[in-house]
């Protein structure tokens, strides 16, 4: 399906059609943040990656003693 396109020319040919979809103000920011998906892909699927922040609330649940809940 693919083939030829090791060849360079095919290769530049699909560079002008993203430079000319994208523009080349956005090319930075699409590369930037294709970049970040795929690395957010790989850190969900190895399971590795900075731990997720935990909200305020949550501490808060944290911080109460067990056997008690808020007083509503």
Do not use: C, Q, W, Y
Request: hydrophobic share 40%.
């Amino acid at each position: 399906m693919l083939s030829g396109l090791e060849n360079p020319i095919h290769l530049l040919i699909v560079l002008m059609v993203v430079l000319l979809l994208f523009g080349a103000k956005r090319l930075p920011d699409v590369g930037r943040s294709l970049g970040r998906g795929m690395r957010e892909f790989k850190d969900a699927i190895t399971g590795s990656g900075p731990p997720e922040p935990v909200s305020a609330s949550e501490r808060r649940e944290e911080a109460l003693p067990s056997g008690r809940g808020v007083d509503a």
